[in-house]
Every structure is written in structure tokens, then in C-alpha cells.
């Protein structure tokens, strides 16, 4: 699965980072300097992926196997890459995907004890040699991710979408933790954004490691 042109942005963080928001001023912004912009998301994007993003975060499914999880996870991956990511890159567009594999690198292989190099296998038959251009990881401390992803399912989700923000503190930590070690890992691609601060600021600070890449990018 080759493809060249476009531009493949992901954002990545723990629950209650900002990403909703920061996705939203960054595809804005695209928008409004002339690009033409795709959003998705995981679990979701397609309307096979939000079907299986049911089933992920549904908390009635509280025996979910951690093997069927990754693999659900993936699932949709796959669908997402195939149906809305690699069409969207081939015809020279900016892709804003919330969540990628890194995301079930911390989760499933950190947050769950499940390893990396299984979650790399996957990687391979669900996307190829896909990776995003960049990675915005939104970097914010424990507590205020957790009170701010409680306050969300309280507020707009419900607890329909409550069963990976059931998880235990340690889980939260490991995910977090995870995280930044990717990001040490892979300086070039992972960013770490600090999003402790208010939203004008984390924009910014977005835009600033994203406009460098669009000058290069064949998009437009
Ligand atoms: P969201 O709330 O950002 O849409 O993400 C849904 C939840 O799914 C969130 O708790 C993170 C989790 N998740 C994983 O555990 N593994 C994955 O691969 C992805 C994409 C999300």
C-alpha cells in the first residue's frame, strides 16, 4: 500500500487532552489558507468503523477479551486506511486523523501489557507501510485528563462511550508514560505539544510544527 502526495496528520493524548478542539482550529485554519482537509478518526471515521467504535466503547462490554480489543481496534484501522486515508492522500489532500496506531501502541501495548512488536505486526496488515507525516501529541498531566475526560461523559457522551475512561489510574499512567516514550523514540515524527495551556496557545504551537510541513508536502 504505497502512496505518496498529501499530507497525513494524526493527534494523539490521553482522554480529555484537547484533541476535539485542537482538531477542529487546525482543520479551520487548513481550510482557510486553501487546503483541502479530511478529518477522521479511530476507533471510527467510515460507518463501519463507528460501528465497531460501539462496540469498543460500549461499558456494558466489560468482558471484552484485551486480544479482541487490539484486534477490533485494527479493524477499524484497516477500514479507515482503506476506504478514507490512502484515497484522501492520493488525490493530494491534508488528512487529520484523530488517534493512529500510537494510540494502540500506549493503550493495548503499554496500558494493557500487550507488547509492541504485536501491535507493529498488526500495523503491518491493517495499513502497510502507511505512518503519518507528523504526530501531535497533546501532553497533559494525569488528574486534569482524568477530571476532564469524567466531566465529557458526564456532560455530551454519556456513559455510552465510558468503558476505556473506566480504566484504573495505573492504566491512565501507563498510557501517559507511554506515550512519552514514543515520543523520545521518535523525535522527527511524534511532537509533543504541551496542552496545559489555553486553547489560542496549544493552536499555535500546533501550527508552528505544522506550516513548516506544508511548504514541503505536495499538497495543493
Ligand atoms: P477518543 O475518546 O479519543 O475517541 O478515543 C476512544 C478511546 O479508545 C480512548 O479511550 C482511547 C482508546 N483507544 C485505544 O485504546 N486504542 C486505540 O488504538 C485507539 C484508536 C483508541
Known amino acids: 500500500m504505497t502512496r505518496r502526495g498529501g499530507l497525513f496528520i494524526t ?21 482557510r489558507e486553501g487546503y483541502e482537509v479530511v478529518e477522521t478518526a479511530e476507533p471510527g471515521g467510515p460507518p463501519i468503523g463507528v460501528q ?39 488525490a493530494g489532500k491534508v488528512v487529520v486523523c484523530d488517534r493512529f496506531t500510537d494510540s494502540t501502541v500506549v493503550y493495548q501495548g503499554a496500558g494493557r501489557g500487550l507488547g509492541q512488536e504485536v501491535v507493529e505486526a498488526l500495523h503491518q496488515v491493517a495499513c502497510g507501510t502507511l505512518q503519518p507525516d507528523i504526530t501531535l501529541y497533546l501532553d497533559i498531566d494525569l488528574e486534569t485528563s482524568l477530571d476532564r475526560a469524567r466531566q465529557r461523559n458526564e456532560s455530551q457522551a454519556g456513559p455510552a462511550e465510558s468503558r476505556m475512561d473506566d480504566q484504573s489510574v495505573e492504566f491512565h499512567r501507563a498510557v501517559r508514560d507511554g ?42
Open 179 to 220: 506515550y512519552l516514550k514514543l515520543a523520545a523514540r521518535e523525535p522527527g515524527r511524534v511532537r509533543v505539544i504541551d496542552a496545559g495551556h489555553d486553547a489560542a496557545t496549544v493552536e499555535q504551537a500546533i501550527w508552528e510544527q505544522v506550516a513548516p510541513l506544508l511548504e514541503t508536502a505536495r499538497v495543493r
Open 11 to 31: 493527534f494523539e493524548g490521553t482522554d480529555g487532552s484537547g484533541k476535539t478542539t485542537q482538531i477542529r482550529l487546525l482543520r479551520e485554519r487548513l481550510m
Open 52 to 90: 465497531i467504535r460501539r462496540i469498543l466503547l460500549d461499558p456494558a462490554n466489560q468482558e471484552l477479551d484485551p486480544r479482541a480489543e487490539l484486534l477490533l481496534y485494527f479493524a477499524s484501522r484497516a477500514q479507515n486506511v482503506a476506504e478514507c486515508i490512502v484515497p484522501a492522500l492520493k
